[in-house]
């Protein structure tokens, strides 16, 4: 049985093809889904113990909208209706405000790989919400960071994010950004 709303969220830092297996995975259970981006910008972001790099400028380098446009285009690339997405903010440090992004009857879809999915399945279940682990037990391939250490060293990250994607990432200038990140 399909759930009305689905949601995924992350800060897709950048969006890569686990990203998208895992989004894709969590559409076929969905009417409708919904991506959150969780630190839509960094006056917000806040460090947590669970994962103690995810709130640093080296870990956040791509804004709202960029992510917004890569997890677009991967979509369009592998053919996904447009009217069945939907991409909001999702403050993941403030649940008070999460009925505000998607519907309460929403099905949270998280794969979990670390202490911190473990954390944000605990956070979700607490709030109410109803979650539901995608992949239990799978070993995590891809990462963001991976993809961010490739464009920051000039190689490597290709093969790690969809065709469309990559497009993207050259178009905003993202291995230049990054650049600025590698050690002297």
């Known amino acids: 049985m399909r759930a009305r709303y689905g949601m995924v969220h992350g800060r897709f830092q950048p969006f890569h093809t686990g990203h998208l297996h895992y989004t894709l995975e969590a559409l076929k259970r969905s009417e409708h889904l919904i991506i959150g981006l969780t630190n839509p910008d960094?006056?917000?972001?806040?460090?947590?113990?669970?994962d103690t790099q995810r709130h640093t400028p080296e870990a956040n380098p791509f804004t709202f909208f960029e992510r917004q446009r890569m997890i677009r285009a991967a979509l369009v690339e592998v053919a996904v209706e447009p009217s069945r997405v939907s991409i909001v903010p999702f403050p993941i440090h403030a649940p008070e405000r999460w009925a505000y992004y998607c519907p309460k009857e929403t099905v949270q879809f998280i794969r979990?790989?670390?202490?911190?999915?473990?954390?944000?399945?605990?956070?979700?279940?607490?709030?109410?919400?109803?979650?539901?682990?995608?992949?239990?037990?799978?070993?995590?391939r891809e990462s963001g960071s991976a993809v961010r250490r490739g464009l920051i060293q000039g190689q490597g990250w290709e093969q790690?994010?969809?065709?469309?994607?990559?497009?993207?990432?050259?178009?905003?200038?993202?291995?230049?950004?990054?650049?600025?990140?590698?050690p002297s």
């Open 112 to 140: 979990v790989f670390s202490e911190w999915g473990q954390e944000k399945v605990a956070r979700l279940q607490a709030a109410g919400w109803q979650v539901e682990v995608l992949d239990p037990g799978a070993t995590k």
């Open 42 to 50: 960094l006056s917000e972001t806040q460090s947590e113990a669970a």
């Open 160 to 182: 790690l994010v969809p065709r469309s994607v990559g497009a993207v990432l050259k178009q905003i200038g993202a291995p230049e950004r990054l650049a600025r990140y590698a």
